[in-house]
């Protein structure tokens, strides 16, 4: 009997002393599910450790099993890293449409000021100028630039043609005529990531990061292919119709906006 409650003790000890250097280190484990190419990393540490490798034994030895569920349990959460490689802006007249801001935001903001004190617009211009900076950054377009294009396409938010105020659409999106009033956005952000995501679509076959809320995006893409359009003058005719002078016109309206 006495023998039998002592071999249970033995045993039991053996097996939990089992479990707990057969759990996977978490740091191996995570690093593993993350980059898989590490596999073959990972499986020569292990066998370092069965060959003898006492340091990395103590080591794990003198983690707890609390300390290690709960590692697992609460995971730190790995930020995505951007991999788009945007080119510099460095000229006034590069007209290319991907690429970084010349002109502050402060800057976009007194242009539109200086011609039009009371834009129609439902957030401040310090707000939505904000909008254009931060999208126009997620998907490598000229935020300052692309301001410039809302100023043409609103009359610098006077607006008086088919599109209104209320549809938050800087850019006539989906206005193919007099009669068709075009997209509705349910907000100004929106309204410039749909501005910026069609920009994008014409510029690069690059996905947005963004989910999808531009209606014609997918109609350029699919229109276009592998091609792609790079400048803003290449617009002419495209973005509208007959816009013989369309991307110039941007591009001097952004000019302007330099001097303020």
Known sequence: MFLNRYSRVVMTSLLAGSLAFALPDYSEARHLAVNPEMETKVDTNHKLKASGSSTRTVERG??????????ILHP?????VSSIQIPQTVSAFDDAIIG?????????????????PRPEISVSPEELVSYYYEE??????????????????????????????????????????ADVK?????????????????????????????????????????????RTLNSWTALNGRWAVPGYSYGQSIMSMFREMLSK
């Open 62 to 71: 003198t983690r707890s099993l609390e300390a290690r569920i709960d590692a």
């Open 76 to 80: 730190i959460e790995e930020k995505p």
């Open 100 to 116: 970084t801001p010349l002109a502050s935001q402060e800057q976009c903001v007194k242009y539109l000021l200086s011609v039009n």
């Open 136 to 177: 126009g950054a997620r998907e490598g377009v000229r935020p300052d630039v692309a301001f410039a294009q809302a100023l043409k396409e609103t009359g610098f938010f006077r607006y008086g043609g088919t599109v209104t105020p209320d549809q938050n659409n800087y850019c006539g999106l989906g206005t193919t005529s």
């Open 182 to 226: 075009g997209a509705y956005f349910s907000s100004a952000k929106m309204g410039v990531r749909a501005q910026i995501q069609h920009l994008l679509a014409y510029a690069s076959t690059r996905k947005p990061s963004e989910p999808v809320v531009d209606p014609r995006y997918g109609l350029v893409r699919n229109s276009y292919g592998a």
